[in-house]
Antibody, heavy 119, light 111 residues
Framework: QITVKESGPTLVKPTQTLTLTCTFSGFSLITSGVGVGWIRQPPGKALEWLALIYWDDSKRYSPSLKSRLTITKDTSKNQVVLTMTNMDPVDTATYFC???????????WGQGTLVTVSS | QSVLTQPPSVSGAPGQRVTISCTGSSSNIGAGYDTHWYQQLPGTVPKLLIYGNTNRPSGVPDRFSGSKSGASASLAITGLQAEDEGDYYCQSFDGSLSVVVFGGGTKLTVL
């Protein structure tokens, strides 16, 4: 059984750095072709892909947010961490972690964590 | 503005068939990258509905089907049910930017 869970602060102040952790089980990030991604969804709005890290440690970032994002993995802990710098109220959203098996789809999603940016 | 274009909304009566389009370009769907579809019912997490253009994960009813032609993909839902009401998103990969791309989502209303 595959499980995915996001963790991190629910409230951050403008200009602060957000650090989110995705912890998963039943899924191996050392298998060739697999990846773990982050997707966010502002309240009432569409899904927005943020970042993806592959089994070989290659990384992809949303072009519009690339300068603010860093994604890393710890395969020994089955964790992927996303940091986003210089947070702004417009970054208020539910942040999802999702697992990508060898194919290109995100097959398994966490429940999401709502992050509010406010002073 | 999303790289993949979806209609903001579609609607249909129970039992009817609806389709949701997802229009890309020569750098994503048109380049041969697969399209995947997600269903997000109100207040829930997105769920994979169709992967690899036409494939249904285990447990997804065969009322849902996907297709692809050129730089566009489509999701068809037959025998509409009230519980199908929600948001639907397409997703692919853009080879020119090497990034994942989502559509802007389509709200399905069952009349």
């Amino acid at each position: 059984q595959i499980t995915v869970k996001e963790s991190g602060p629910t409230l951050v102040k403008p200009t602060q750095t957000l650090t989110l952790t995705c912890t998963f089980s039943g899924f191996s990030l050392i298998t060739s072709g697999v990846g773990v991604g982050w997707i966010r969804q502002p309240p009432g709005k569409a899904l927005e892909w943020l970042a993806l890290i592959y089994w070989d440690d290659s990384k992809r970032y949303s072009p519009s947010l690339k300068s603010r994002l860093t994604i890393t993995k710890d395969t020994s802990k089955n964790q992927v961490v996303l940091t986003m710098t210089n947070m702004d109220p417009v970054d208020t959203a539910t942040y999802f972690c999702a697992l990508k098996p060898v194919a290109g789809s995100f097959d398994y999603w966490g429940q999401g964590t709502l992050v509010t940016v406010s002073s | 503005q999303s790289v993949l274009t979806q209609p903001p909304s579609v609607s249909g009566a129970p039992g009817q068939r609806v389709t949701i389009s997802c229009t890309g370009s020569s750098s994503n769907i048109g380049a041969g990258y697969d399209t995947h579809w997600y269903q997000q019912l109100p207040g829930t997490v997105p769920k994979l509905l169709i992967y690899g253009n036409t494939n249904r994960p285990s447990g997804v009813p065969d009322r849902f089907s996907g297709s692809k032609s050129g730089a566009s993909a489509s999701l068809a839902i037959t025998g509409l049910q009230a519980e199908d009401e929600g948001d639907y998103y397409c997703q692919s990969f853009d080879g020119s930017l090497s990034v994942v791309v989502f559509g802007g989502g389509t709200k399905l209303t069952v009349l």
